[in-house]
Each structure stands twice: as C-alpha cells, then as structure tokens.
C-alpha cells in the first residue's frame, strides 16, 4: 500500500516541481501529462498482474488448458484431490492480496472495470469454500462419470501421433480421477451430503454406458472411448502399423486404468444408492437455508430472497399465460388454455418422427433458423464473433442423462468452433415449434454471439473473457429469445407461441426451484406444477425437476437476468428516444464480458448519457 501510493504522490509532486516557471496552461498540460503518466504505468502493472494471475490459474487445470486451445499439458487430468482445492483457495487468496496492492484511481476506466471484477471474482470464490462440500459431484447433469469421457470425444484432437500419445496418457490416468471423485464422495456421504435417491440409477447406467462394448466386453459395438480414439487415429496421416500400434496401446490403457478406475465409481455409487433418501431439496443439508440463499446470491448476482424468487415466479407465470391466451385466439383455438396445452404437447404436426431422418430434418432446421438469423444480425449488432458455430445432436452414450440443449464454446484459437448441442433420445420432448426460439438462446444471437465474442475481445484481460456470470449469460440468451421477435422472425403463431412456452418454463423455475429449496415441496409436486403450468410434457417436466434439484438456485438466474437487461432497454429508450440505437445498446452490454447486473446496470447508464452528452 505504501508503495503504490509514495509512487502515485511522486509522480504528482514531480509534476508540480516542473510548474514553478511555466504559465498556467503550460502548469495545467504539465499535470494532465503526469496524472496520465501514472494512470498509465499503474494500467501497465495490472495488466500484467492480470495475465500472470490467469496463467497461474491455467496451471492448476490442464484441462481448462486444453480447452482454451493449449495443448503443452493435454496428456494430464485436472487434479481433484483436497490438497488441489486447498491450492486453489490459497491462489484466490493471494491473488486477492495482490490485487490490494494496485491503486484503482490510478487505472484507466476499463482497467477499473476489471480490478472490480477480478475481485469479486476472487471474493466469490473465498466465499463459496464454505460450501466446498455442498455439491453432488456425480449427478445427471454433469459429473466426473459422463465429463471424463465427453471431453476426450469433445475437446481432446488428434491431429498428430503426439496427439495420440497423450489421448493414451490420459486414458491411464483416469483410474486417478475416478480414486479422488470416490474420496470426494465418501468425504461428502461422512458428512450427510448424498444425492437424493432418482439420482443413482441415471448417473450408474451412464457410467456403465462408457465402459459397454469393446474392448471392455465381446461386443461387436465398439466403447464409446474406443470408438472415438479409433476413428480419430485413423485420420492421421501415418502407416497402418503405426495407426495399430497406437490402438493396441489405448486399448491396453482401457483395460488397466479406465476399467478398473469405473469399477471403483460405479461400487461408491450402488453403496450410496442405498444409504439415499428421497428428500430432494437442499433445505435438508447441513445449513442447508443458508447455503440456498448463498446459492440465489451466486447465480443471480443479486440479494433477491427465496420468497422474494418465488414471487416473481408467479408474477410472470401469469403474466406469459395471459400472452399465450392471445396466442390461442389468434390461431382460433377454442377451448381453455390447459387445453391448448395438451393439444400442443400431443398434436404429430408438432414434432418430427422419432427416427433418424426425423432427428436430421430437426438438425437442419436448426441449422436454417441459425443461418436466417445470421443474415438479420448486422441490422442489430456491430460485434460479432468470427468464430463459426456448429449443430449437433448430443451423443448416444449420454443422451438418457445430458440436458435438452447447450451451448459449448469454441477454442480461444480457433481450432474448434462453437457448438449447439441438441438432445435428441425423444423427439416428443422436442417440439418443432420451440426449434427457433431455442437456436437462438443456443445459437447466434444468443450464446454463440455472447460467449464466441467475448473470447474475441481483444483489449480485455483474458480472465473476463472465460469467466462467467450466470444470471449474465443465461439473462442473455433469454433476452435473445425475445430479441428475436423485435427482429422480425416469430412469423408462424405457433413458432411465437414456442418462444413464450420458453419463457414461461423460466419464470415456472423461479416458483419450483424456491418451491423444493426453500419451501420443502417435493418432486412430484414441483414436476405437477410444471405439467399444469406449461405445455411441456410429464416427461421432460421430471428431468427439469431433476435437473433442479441437483443444481440449486442455478435455474433461477435466467429469467432474472433477461427482466434485468429488458429494464435495462427500456430505460434506454424511453430516454434517448430516436436517439436509441440497437447496435450500440447490444455492444454495451456485450464488449466487457461477462458481468455481474448491477455493473452491467451501470454500463448502460454510462452509455445512455454518452448518447445525450452528443446531442
């Protein structure tokens, strides 16, 4: 602290010495010059504080790593073990230290912005290691038993053979992984932290779906593991047996690591399986009220409480049913609205047919709303990502378990392009006319235009553009939803009808969420709150459920995220008037990044009065 300031202070009296025989303008140049002077060195220092603090936060996770398109460490695992976390606390720690040391009245208005954001960032992981435990790090929505294997087939390139040779290092290194997620279970289930009952068998036949079929049995059908390594070695540019060689030698890492290391998850989870209960909200944990709210707080960057959430829930639900009503009469339908609901859910000329041909007419119209977005965005954006985006069905092994649809970002190199994964197991959960609402929330303009581009920012630190906040992403992609029909697209009332199903189905998970955290409701009364309440079928209405159970308060982010921006556009408009530009709005809240609400809040007030300030 001394120092930054004995420096600051010297820099201004230097520039008060230079004074003494000029004339006040000169006097006044002189300090402009000096005060910038500083502003510009302490700007310099934090800038490369920034870039070392993110590297160092890069070499505790290679996989992070690989990701981002670095591929010096792609042959190791992230390391999951107590004393890894304990690493990982005392960087943010340290880095929170660090960052003390630099005056932000020195910085330029953009190095300000990521001095706050890089503490808060800090701050929220100090604050979340109280609930280092509070997590079900296997589950049907994510986990080691479904990530290990998905970014080998995702994220791990084989280009070359030293590609290979260290896809073959990481397959003998999962038997690693899978002892420190066992711990990690165990460590949990000693202190009453286990997934709720419905969990285990979806997550159990997932992991056993990675290690069915060669070499791990006398299948025909290849592993998805062995699948993948073959068909990506076979594109190498090297002889045959060569190309066996490396086969035979990810099959033997198969049978001695990722078997065994599978056996030992899949033994923790039947054990678990049977000390599980069917209580399914996190009321039920240790502090387990404080831990909800702190999981609102994380997700939604506000303080709203859970009775708080719950309201807006039901102000919105009916709010969305009022619009759909408008809908109904629209397209003649007569009969009460939990009608038209049904009608939706059931009538054949709403989905495709649950075939192959079916599933690829489905990706292809993804792909035509996309591109038909594409051509409309210029109107309404001047930031763009250059990086291309892809659609794609998620794959076989993990359909029974991974969400309906995601969005997966591209390589900071651009090796790898952007992804929109749709999950098509059933497409009667898939209805056609939720299709363009959802490639845009997936697609372009949302996710891909949001997270692409924020990796493409250049004058940004590195760490705003991979970090994440969800009520500014997943507020993003929600407010696109809508964007959409100030665009111009929406012609077919269905297809409307589809973006307020989607929206409707937010606003339902503010009421279902707080319902089984807070309110103690269980899972079927939230799943029935869900079928009365919207058009989407039983069957995806309990894996929505499912889904937020085991991932508290996260659900509850994107409908406060999106009511935010869409105040946020409207306070722009309402002020400016003709003066409001679209292009502008959309790159104030896009060009820093992700951001926290009430920062993005003030991003756009700076914006509205740089607009007025013009004239």
């Known amino acids: 602290m001394w120092m930054k300031n ?111 954001l890089f503490k808060m960032l800090g701050e929220r992981t100090v604050n979340r290691d109280k609930w280092r435990y509070h997590t079900y ?18 994220v791990h390139r084989i280009g070359e053979v030293g590609d290979a040779e260290a896809y073959i290092k990481r397959l003998t290194g999962i038997k690693t992984v899978m002892d420190q997620a066992v711990t990690g279970l165990q460590t949990r289930a000693e202190k009453g932290i286990i997934a709720p009952k419905f969990v285990f068998p979806l997550v159990i036949t997932a992991a056993e779906n990675i290690i069915s079929g060669a070499p791990f ?35 033997e890492a198969m049978l001695a690591s990722v078997k065994p290391g599978y056996d030992l998850l899949l033994a923790e989870l039947k054990r678990q399986e049977g000390l599980a209960t069917t209580d399914d909200g996190v009321w039920k944990l240790p502090d387990g009220e404080e831990f909800y709210q702190a999981q609102l707080k994380y997700h939604t960057t506000t303080n709203l409480t859970p009775e708080q959430i719950h309201q807006i829930g039901l102000d919105n639900v009916a709010r969305i ?30 989905f495709f047919p649950n ?76 209805p056609i006319y939720q299709l363009e609402a959802l490639a845009i929330h997936e697609g372009v303009p949302g996710h891909h235009f949001q997270i692409a581009l924020a990796q493409e920012l250049e004058g940004v630190p590195l760490f705003q553009k991979v970090t994440g906040f969800t009520a500014f992403s997943e507020g993003w992609g929600l407010y696109t939803e809508e964007l959409g029909k100030d665009m111009g697209f929406y012609k077919d009332p269905y297809s409307d009808f589809g973006r307020l199903a989607m929206e409707l189905w937010r606003a339902c998970r503010l009421v ?34 499912e889904r937020y159970i085991v991932m508290p308060g996260q659900a509850t982010a994107y409908l406060v995220g999106k009511l935010k921006i869409m105040e946020l556009r409207g306070k722009a408009m309402e002020q400016l008037g003709d003066k409001f530009d679209w292009r502008g709005f959309h790159q104030t809240v896009l060009e820093n990044g992700f951001v926290p609400l009430n920062i993005l809040e003030e991003n756009v007030d700076k914006w509205i009065a740089s607009v007025k300030a013009q004239g």
Not at 27 to 35: F, I, P, R, S
Not at 106 to 113: C, G, T, W, Y
Not at 334 to 347: A, I, K, N, Q, V
Not at 529 to 544: I, M, Q
């Open 321 to 350: 049913h009022g619009q759909m009503k408008g809908i109904m009469a629209q397209v003649g339908f007569e009969g009460s609205l939990p009608e038209f609901f049904d009608f939706t859910r059931t009538g054949d000329q709403f």
């Open 6 to 116: 004995t420096v600051g202070a010297f820099a201004i009296l230097t520039a008060l010495a230079a004074c003494d025989n000029a004339t006040s303008d000169q006097k006044n140049q002189t300090l402009v010059e000096a005060t910038s002077a500083t502003e510009q060195s302490e700007t310099d220092r934090i800038n490369a504080f920034f870039a070392q603090a993110i590297k160092e936060r890069i070499a505790l996770s290679p996989q992070f790593a690989h990701r981002l398109g670095d591929k010096s460490r792609q042959d190791e695992w992230d390391d999951r073990s107590e004393a890894a976390t304990d690493a990982n606390l005392a960087l943010a720690k340290a880095h929170l230290a660090t960052l003390e040391t630099f005056d932000m009245r020195a910085l330029s208005p953009e190095r300000q912005l990521s001095y706050r």
């Open 217 to 251: 049995d006398d299948s025909e059908t290849d592993s998805p593991l062995y699948a993948d390594f073959k068909k990506k070695v076979g594109k190498l540019d090297v002889s045959d047996a060569e190309k066996e060689a490396l086969i035979t030698s990810a099959k």
């Open 355 to 430: 075939t192959e041909e079916g599933k690829a007419d489905y990706l292809k119209l993804a792909e035509t709303y996309i591109a038909n977005v594409n051509k409309k965005a210029p109107e309404y954006f001047s930031l763009m990502p250059k990086a291309p985006l892809e659609v794609r069905a998620v794959e076989k092994f993990r359909e029974k378990s991974a969400g309906k649809a995601f969005y997966q970002r591209p390589s900071l190199d651009g090796s790898r392009p952007g992804y929109f994964y749709a999950n098509l197991r059933d497409m009667k959960i898939m």
């Open 137 to 154: 790090p296997a589950n049907q929505m994510y986990g080691i038993h479904t990530g290990t294997a998905t970014f080998l087939i995702n």
């Open 512 to 545: 279902v969420d707080s319902g089984l955290h807070s309110k103690k409701w269980t899972r079927e009364q939230a799943i029935d709150y869900l079928v009365e309440n919207t058009p989407n079928p039983r069957g995806d209405s309990e894996a929505a459920i």
